[in-house]
């Protein structure tokens, strides 16, 4: 299994965080998962990745050229992967993989998460999202969405294609039982 985590480079963050991250990192290696992240070496990216090379699980870093060193590209990861453009890495974030985990983090994080929420809702992208709500970060956006759902910007069964956990120890079992989602979804993705 391949995953795709996203996460930020801020280092001054909740320390619950920095704890989440690294129980999910053990979780995954323990459960033979590769993951694929953004590539950074501070932050809960850097907490990921020296966790899982700490523990032996292969990790791989995609990053665009222009923020290696902005973001300290990590020079322990054996495979990273340097686009020319963010856009090219939001899309090889997604390449290949059997689902994704958004921690918390900022707006590259949020933007991330809510483009394959976007491009899973068009049909576009079909795995699981799996959002990781330590210590209630995610809460508000889940609001947000049910919102949109009140609003009608989008489908009461658009809520379905993501999953909110409050524990690392939940995120395994939401991967490997997501509610079904088709390509078909493009056909009521607007409300019209």
């Known amino acids: 299994?391949?995953?795709?985590?996203?996460?930020?480079?801020?280092?001054?963050?909740?320390p619950a965080y920095f704890r989440a991250t690294e129980s999910l990192a053990k979780i995954l290696v323990k459960n033979n998962i590769e993951v694929v992240y953004g590539g950074g070496s501070v932050g809960l990216m850097g907490r990921l990745a020296d966790t899982m090379l700490l523990e032996g699980g292969?990790?791989?870093?995609?990053?665009?050229?222009?923020?290696?060193?902005?973001?300290?590209?990590?020079?322990?990861?054996?495979?990273?992967?340097?686009?020319?453009?963010?856009?090219?890495?939001?899309?090889?974030?997604l390449e290949g993989i059997d689902g994704l985990i958004a921690l918390p983090g900022g707006s590259g994080t949020l933007e991330e998460l809510l483009e394959a929420i976007t491009l899973k809702r068009l049909g576009q992208f079909n795995k699981p999202i799996i959002i990781l709500n330590t210590d209630g970060f995610y809460s508000p956006l889940q609001a947000m969405l049910e919102k949109c759902v009140w609003e009608h910007f989008m489908e009461e069964r658009h809520l379905q294609m993501w999953k909110m956990v409050a524990e690392p120890e939940e995120v395994l079992f939401a991967l490997k039982n997501p509610k079904p989602w088709s390509a078909e979804a493009i056909s009521f993705a607007t409300n019209t």
Do not use: Q, W, Y
Request: hydrophobic share 40%; charged share 25%; net charge positive.
């Open 58 to 93: 292969n990790i791989c870093g995609v990053m665009p050229k222009f923020m290696k060193d902005k973001e300290m590209a990590h020079p322990d990861v054996p495979n990273m992967i340097f686009t020319e453009t963010l856009h090219e890495r939001k899309a090889k974030l």
């Open 1 to 14: 299994m391949k995953i795709s985590v996203f996460c930020a480079s801020s280092a001054k963050v909740n």
